[in-house]
T-cell receptor
Framework: DAKTTQPTSMDCAEGRAANLPCNHS???????VYWYRQIHSQGPQYIIH???NNETNEMASLIITEDRKSSTLILPHATLRDTAVYYC????????????FGTGTRLQVFP | EADIYQTPRYLVIGTGKKITLECSQT?????MYWYQQDPGMELHLIHY???????EKGDLSSESTVSRIRTEHFPLTLESARPSHTSQYLC????????????FGPGTRLTVL
């Protein structure tokens, strides 16, 4: 699976959009980009995933660059409850078995 | 929201005891997983299963064992707990599909004295 690079930490004001970047320059054609988050030692929570098109759901939007070497997770209106560690994961579409979480980005939403 | 449950949520136990951590899911998912995570550290896959009677070892060497007798149930057993087993154990499940999104339980925080 391709490695990902994320900033260690970010801050965001409550009510503003949080834009979390991820670099995955060695991604291959059949690998998906997944985002999970983990709130204070709870089990990770699935947020969104995509292959090459931008995706949106009730939680977030995922913007993938045309060359697929980077992506951005957007939380449109961050709340205090969005404070968490956010993991960007690249994983093969051939039903490989593991999610490699890495160290993620610690997002702190402040009032 | 995923329906995956783990019990107990917290366990403090003495060295040498046998313990079983329970994981159940009501989504009919074929694949199930166990991860281990130390505080502030990455998740590491220790076991997974493709379905009933299937078990595989993950990336991290673990002295635990698992079984998969029923689709919904994937217990993890430590025959003789040691302080080095102190950690958080996270169970997950997913469908057998191309994208294979995993849904996680709340975790069991184990402390071995």
């Amino acid at each position: 699976d391709a490695k990902t690079t994320q900033p260690t930490s970010m801050d965001c004001a409550e009510g503003r959009a949080a834009n979390l970047p991820c670099n995955h320059s060695t991604i291959s054609g059949n690998e998906y980009v997944y985002w999970y988050r983990q709130i204070h030692s709870q089990g990770p929570q699935y947020i969104i995933h995509g292959l090459k098109n931008n995706e949106t759901n009730e939680m977030a939007s995922l913007i993938i660059t045309e060359d697929r070497k980077s992506s951005t997770l957007i939380l449109p209106h961050a709340t205090l409850r969005d404070t968490a560690v956010y993991y960007c994961i690249v994983r093969g579409g051939d039903n490989t078995d593991k999610l490699i979480f890495g160290t993620g980005t610690r997002l702190q939403v402040f009032p | 929201e995923a329906d995956i449950y783990q019990t107990p949520r917290y366990l403090v136990i003495g060295t040498g005891k046998k313990i079983t951590l329970e994981c159940s899911q009501t989504m009919g998912h074929d694949k199930m997983y166990w991860y281990q995570q130390d505080p502030g550290m990455e998740l590491h896959l220790i076991h997974y299963s493709y379905g009933v009677n299937s078990t595989e070892k993950g990336d991290l060497s673990s002295e635990s064992t698992v079984s998969r007798i029923r689709t919904e149930h994937f217990p993890l057993t430590l025959e003789s707990a040691r302080p080095s087993h102190t950690s958080q154990y996270l169970c997950a499940s997913s469908e057998l599909s191309l994208t294979d999104t995993q849904y996680f339980g709340p975790g069991t925080r184990l402390t071995v004295l």
